[in-house]
Nanobody, 126 residues
Framework: QVQLVESGGGLVQPGGSLRLSCATS????????IGWFRQAPGKEREAVSV????????YYADSVKGRFTFSRDLAKNTAYLQMNTLKPEDTGIYYC???????????????????WGQGTQVAVSS
């Protein structure tokens, strides 16, 4: 049974940092593309960062380049999103998602992902 469980969200001031974790089970992490997506109130879900299957490529949304870092620990079956220099516009619910055998094309499209976590809330406010 595939499961993804996010943690690490919270309330942080602008300029602060958070580290999100996505603990996975029921599948071999390296075979799957893992994505971090976020959804702000009234907005569509968007890709923040994605690592493709086998980890050969990492995608970052333009809005987070240079501030966010996506990593995986295959031994722990866990993916991480280190978020630095947070801005109010980073506020939203952050989800991790998984898709087997996704390498490059459209890997930032949330509609392609089969498995989702429950989400963790990130709020950036002073």
């Amino acid at each position: 049974q595939v499961q993804l469980v996010e943690s690490g969200g919270g309330l942080v001031q602008p300029g602060g940092s958070l580290r999100l974790s996505c603990a996975t089970s029921g599948f071999t992490l390296d075979y799957y593309a893992i994505g971090w997506f976020r959804q702000a109130p009234g907005k569509e879900r968007e890709a923040v960062s994605v690592i493709n299957s086998y980890g050969s490529r990492t995608y970052y949304a333009d809005s987070v380049k240079g501030r966010f870092t996506f990593s995986r620990d295959l031994a722990k079956n866990t993916a991480y999103l280190q978020m630095n220099t947070l801005k109010p516009e980073d506020t939203g619910i952050y989800y991790c998602a998984a898709k087997e055998g996704l390498y490059d094309d459209y890997m930032d499209d949330p509609r392609l992902y089969d498995y989702w976590g429950q989400g963790t809330q990130v709020a950036v406010s002073s």
